[in-house]
């Protein structure tokens, strides 16, 4: 979110020598309108398909634990549950399984598998958090161990899971590096041969693979391109039929309550020059966690969330510099008593950003959890302070050095703003210890903060440049390092490759902290890449992210 201005046009105020000149920006409108403000959530209807999934859900339980079901087989139907959204109603049962499976494992049982098999069960382990050797592969290359075997190359549902599994990798793996290659180029040079659904799998893996995807959407694309693998059990079909309309259902019905919230709150209004992004950033948000119980959850996290997009537009595509130092210093006192000292045009969101904050802290003081509401707020704070720092690099025409500007720059990511927020409704899995755990700044936190950064830069430096606002981390490398432009993108997008590998480890067991923590730690580097792999998709949100909105709030769900 921090390339907030990418290619939006720049505008100056001439009327008159007493105007200030501001960097106003010409943000695209939003697409939706008011659309969800309409929906009418009956509960009814809720509670029905709640109770519909009562019996599928017990199903599916017996034959995650049945005993006579064969090991590659019940790690296909975890596999299936997995990829469906379905694991956190059977998580104590799926990690049994596979608790006894990952024991028992032997290299040599893997011997007369097949790729796609073998693939299947990587997968399952490594989702999971079990890290099972990628020795699995060796058979599939040469004697020479430096290429794969040409013989793979006929197998084609066999090399789509080496190339989901190879997405997976950790740090020395190189056999998983070497296998996302080449059959990433293999699988690009045959895809348009494909038909049916074995080409829609291909095309859907090679756009985003499964692990940098979005969950929600990725069960539903799974559930739709896949259509085999979830017929293969009645249970698990319906189940999954159920909950995506369980879901839909819900997540419609929060989307309405934070439309009218904004609405309400008079942004577009007061801050007419901000862009009107509520759907994209309640998707975002639903990145994040899916489940039902953080319902509340996502709809703080996305109230705050807008509030940094007013925040960072006014910074980055309104306000002059005098106004941008005196609105940080506004928000470090964090005071009504401020609200004298900074223009008149923000005031409103000024009062409404304290109050919003005063009563999320008196209500879960109530919980003796008001810690993780002031650690949102220290962490807005900080990026206030890191924004003045960009501009203040943009006024005087100062590019950083390449660390600086990371230290930087990974605040102004906004990544700590919304990681933060995401804890505050989460409920009584955000401990003492869990905080503490977040601002100890773990390996995994810094490599999903240096993805969130990084690529929104490589996405956006050139039309940075354009706009004349402050030097992107690719303009930074390249002053630092003296090398070409195309250098310093392909060193940038290495170390995005290798913060990927960070994460894939932090997530494995034994963990420092829960999953349920760690996931939006995974989740809000899934949703960088949807938001910026192809396009600043959230500045112009006309291709992925309304794809994504119309697949799960406009569109039906499967019946």
């Keep these: ?46 509670e029905e398909y709640a109770e519909a999934m009562e019996e599928p859900k017990e199903q599916v339980r017996r034959l995650i634990l049945d005993p006579t079901m064969g090991s590659n087989k019940k790690l296909s139907l975890i596999y299936t549950v997995h990829r469906l959204g379905l694991t956190y109603m059977f998580l104590k049962e799926i990690e049994a399984q596979l608790d006894r499976l990952f024991k028992e494992f032997n290299l040599e049982d893997y011997v007369e598998l097949d790729l796609y098999t073998i693939s299947i069960n990587f997968q399952a382990f490594r989702h999971l958090g079990y890290k099972l050797p990628c020795d699995v592969f060796n058979k599939f290359k040469n004697d020479d161990s430096t290429t794969f075997k040409e013989s793979i190359t006929g197998d084609v549902r066999g090399m789509l899971g080496l190339y989901e599994s190879a997405q997976l990798r950790l740090k020395g793996e190189k056999i998983l590096d070497e296998a996302s290659a080449f059959v990433e180029t293999k699988l690009k040079s045959l895809v348009n041969t494909l038909e049916g659904s074995l080409a829609q799998q291909v095309k859907q893996s090679l756009r985003r693979p499964f692990h940098q995807g979005m969950p929600m959407v990725e069960a539903r694309l799974y559930f739709s391109n896949y259509q085999e693998e979830c017929s293969a059990h009645d249970s698990v079909l319906k189940l999954a039929k159920l909950h995506f309309n369980y879901l839909q259902l819900q997540q419609k019905d929060e989307l309405r309550i934070v439309s009218q919230w904004w609405k309400d709150m008079r942004f577009q209004e007061t801050t007419p020059y901000i862009r009107d992004r509520v759907p994209e950033i309640y998707l975002w948000i639903l990145g994040l966690y899916f489940e039902p119980r953080y319902s509340l959850a996502r709809i703080i996290a996305t109230k705050i969330t807008l509030f940094l997009v007013v925040l960072d537009d006014t910074y980055d595509a309104y306000a002059t510099i005098e106004e941008i130092r005196l609105l940080t210093d506004a928000i470090n006192r ?10 008149e045009y923000i005031r409103p969101f000024y009062k409404i950003l304290l109050d919003e904050y005063a009563e999320l802290e008196k209500q879960l003081a109530k919980e003796g959890r008001a810690n993780s509401v002031i650690a949102s707020k220290e962490a807005f704070q900080d990026i206030a302070r890191g924004y003045l720092e960009e501009a203040e690099w943009a006024n005087s025409g100062y590019v950083a050095s390449f660390p600086e500007y990371m230290k930087n720059g990974l605040i102004t990511s906004a990544y700590n703003v ?96 829960s999953m349920d923590l760690l996931a939006p730690i995974l989740n809000l580097a899934r949703m960088i890449d949807v938001v910026y792999r192809y396009d600043d998709g959230f500045t112009f949100p006309g291709k992925t992210l309304k794809e994504y909105i119309t697949l799960l709030f406009v569109g039906s769900s499967p019946m």
């Design 1 to 46: 979110m921090a390339a907030v201005g990418a290619s939006a046009t720049l505008l100056t105020n001439t009327k008159s020598p007493a105007e200030p000149v501001r960097p106003v920006a010409n943000f695209p409108p939003s697409v939706w309108g008011d659309l969800f403000l309409s929906f009418s959530l009956d509960k009814s209807i809720m």
């Design 334 to 343: 964090w005071d009504i008593s401020a609200m004298n000292q900074i223009p």
């Design 418 to 513: 919304i990681s933060k927020s995401a804890l505050v409704g989460m409920g009584e899995i955000v401990s003492e210890d869990a905080l503490a755990w977040y601002e100890s700044h773990p390996q995994i936190l810094q490599a999903s903060e240096l993805i969130s950064r990084l690529q929104d830069d490589v996405m956006t430096y050139q039309f940075e440049r354009e706009r004349g606002q402050s030097a992107t981390g690719v303009d930074s490398y390249i002053k630092t390092y003296g090398v070409s432009e195309k250098v310093a993108i392909d060193e940038l997008k290495k170390m995005i490759e290798n913060a990927w590998k960070e994460i894939n480890d932090g997530c494995l067991k034994p963990r420092e902290v």
